[in-house]
């Protein structure tokens, strides 16, 4: 069967467009408010390219922050070009405009007495505008389009290329401002990362559940009506007792995990069951890999 080699459509339908920008445009702004208001003053740093921005931004401050994260952006969309989707492209393109021009228009000080109390409400507000962003077509650029660049090309996970950057980032931290500040700007990551996988994916997870019973015919058959996700039936042989086995194989979403234990439970209580946790999952019912 031939490829379908037509260019992915930039936009979709007006209302999918429209709620692409909102995302975009709520999300720049949460992030501009987080380092106008918190991060500067504080002289504190975040992850990910902003946090490059803005180690470069104290060591040059007469050159604007939302000018400086244009520019780093620059390389990453140059390599970007041919390596994601050209709606994820623009969108970030997008994004990447918007940030700037947000952290250069949008000023609300936030200062609280707590320096800790500070970073922990930095992390808060900058989780959720990555987040929220990343909840669109696009992202913000810097680390965003990079991670989902490797993660689209290489398969490398998006948590590794945070990770990575976000240490180069700590180290630059602590050489720019000292080591109280790197130690404030470790609980500012960890709290917007956090906050921003809760944002993306955290009330739409899945789970892989295996179930191994010999009522394995009447629990496919309950998952089937109660909850409604398919079954995939795995042949196997137990490694003791030579003894064939049919294992149950399913997808549900993190609501539904305790359901499928009850059910599982009050037909056979001794079944063996396990449930893992999955980072992508694709399929246009269960699915949860972002639209990217």
Known sequence: MALNTKPQPIFTSPRQ????FLLIGVGCI????????ILIPQHFATSGITGIALVIHRKIPSLHLGIIYFLVNLPLFALAW???????????????AALSLSVTFVNVSIQLDDKILNALLAGLISGAGVGITLRSSGSQGGIDILSVMLLKRFSIGIGNTILTVNCIVLLLVALAYSLEALLYTLVVIYVSTKIASLVITG?????????????WQIISQEILKDIRRGVTIIKGEGGFS????NILFTVVTIREVGSLKKLVQKIDPDAFV????????????IGNQPHW
């Not at 949460?30 to 208001?37: E, K, P, R, V």
């Not at 030579?242 to 086995?245: F, I, L, M, Q, S």
């Open 17 to 20: 467009t429209a709620s692409d």
């Open 30 to 37: 949460l992030c501009a408010i987080a380092i106008n208001g």
């Open 82 to 96: 041919m390596a994601v989707g050209r709606r994820f492209f623009f969108y970030s393109l997008v994004g990447m």
């Open 203 to 215: 009330f739409s997870q899945r789970k892989a559940v295996m179930i191994i019973s010999p009522e």
């Open 242 to 245: 030579g003894k064939k086995e």
């Open 274 to 285: 396990v449930i893992s946790p999955t980072q992508e999952v694709m399929n246009y019912r």
